[in-house]
């Protein structure tokens, strides 16, 4: 799961110091914008789905009556709301004049969305077996590089790179689809709406995490790109890079621990995993502070060194998405306290809004956003461990 996680965040990493001298600072933050709007659909579709269903599937690995029902649920499920969204984005096209005016940027970044209806990376963490999906995206990756440096050679390329990106994604969906056919006598099939009911309310304390959550993380690109302009998005989309890798080999540890500590919870182990976290959290941001200005030197050259700041307060968070994601895993869900879940995104959310409006009320400026981001991730720790210890949950 973690080399999956790393490799698609290193992809972009790595193709980062071609693509930002070839298409510029505003090209790529065109891009970038576009792709943010398109998360908020990715979000939208996914609707909190994949932890009941990871769940389920991972404490009934051995039936394929459950797995089954499951690939057919949340696939049908997810179909239902794709057509909602195109619907949403078509009214965005049409009434927002920055996106009728690339509205070709803005499709095709929307198609990636296809990836969450096709890939169920919940039903493969569940049966234990991520080694195969990863197989099938590094592959992918792979093909695709000669193409990006085969067409991509000017600004006005950035639609060819968005079709590259939102290709790969589709084309990771439909080898997953033939595979869970072949391999686990899976199918993709729709089922009537009627028998939907138990998923989405099982999910639905999830989408509201997961939807507030994603207002709060891709609003700041939103308020970027909208105020400061499209150069600063691909600034700020550096510094999230910077952290992108080792967030994501931290972020995955709960991930990983989830399907086998989820059957015993044991509030010592708990307690001891937060606290290593915690350690964990603190030394990375020690390393982003020690290399990452050199890390953003090689990335995107002299005049993207403004992302280093950036990246330094970003750092933080990554303490935030251990410890907050330790609380989730292996304290609410278990105890069934989803909407504890909710209200801590609420809190998160809230809080971002209140610091980034009085912030750039005081000083105009993209550090004040992800200071404001920054800080309502420790809000979200402070909640947690007052709920924690106010319901004596730990």
Not at 41 to 53: K, L, T
Not at 174 to 188: A, C, D, S
Not at 210 to 220: D, F, I, R, Y
Not at 353 to 376: D, E
Request: with cysteine.
């Amino acid at each position: 799961m973690t080399v999956l996680q790393v490799i698609n965040s290193a992809f972009g990493i790595l193709l980062y110091p071609y693509l930002i001298r070839i298409l510029g600072a505003n090209s790529f933050g065109l891009y970038i914008f576009s792709l943010t709007v398109t998360n908020f659909f990715i979000s939208f579709i996914s609707f909190g789905f994949n932890f009941p269903a990871v769940k389920a599937v991972s404490t009934n690995r051995e039936s394929y009556e459950i797995k089954s029902e499951q690939i057919a649920n949340v696939f049908t499920a997810k179909c239902y709301l794709f057509l909602i969204s195109v619907v949403v984005f078509v009214c965005l096209v049409l009434s927002i004049e920055t996106i009728r005016s690339n509205w070709f940027i803005y499709t095709i970044c929307f198609t990636q969305v296809f990836g969450e209806i096709l890939i169920p990376n919940w039903f493969f963490q569940g049966i234990q077996k991520m080694r195969v999906l990863t197989i099938i995206q590094v592959s992918v990756r792979i093909v695709s590089l000669p193409f990006i440096f085969l067409f991509i050679k000017k600004a006005e390329d950035i639609w060819i790179y968005a079709t590259i990106s939102s290709g790969i994604m589709i084309t990771i969906g439909i080898i997953t689809v033939i595979y869970l056919k072949r391999n686990e006598n899976i199918n993709y099939r729709f089922v009537p709406f009627s028998s939907l009911k138990k998923q989405f309310k099982d999910a639905l304390p999830f989408f509201w995490s997961s939807a507030v959550g994603t207002l709060k993380e891709e609003t700041a690109t939103i308020i970027i790109g909208t105020f400061f302009g499209m150069r600063d998005v691909a600034i700020y989309d550096l510094a999230k890079k910077v952290i992108s890798i080792p967030r994501i080999l931290t972020y995955s540890i709960n991930n990983a621990l989830f399907p086998q500590v989820i059957d015993k919870i044991e509030k010592q182990l708990v307690k001891k995993i937060i606290r290593y976290e915690t350690w964990i959290g603190i030394s990375v941001s020690l390393f982003i502070a020690i290399f990452g200005y050199w890390i953003i030197y090689i990335l995107g050259g002299t005049e993207m060194l403004s992302a280093y700041p950036l990246a330094l307060i970003l750092s933080v968070t990554i303490l935030v998405w251990l410890v907050v994601g330790s609380y989730i895993s292996f304290i609410f869900v278990p105890l069934n306290k989803y909407y504890y879940v909710t209200l801590n995104q609420i809190v998160a959310l809230v809080s971002f809004l209140i610091l980034g409006v009085v912030g750039i009320l005081i000083h105009k400026s993209i550090v004040v956003i992800v200071l404001a981001l920054t800080l309502s991730g420790l809000c979200e720790i402070a909640f947690c461990n007052y709920l924690i210890k106010t319901k004596k949950l730990l």
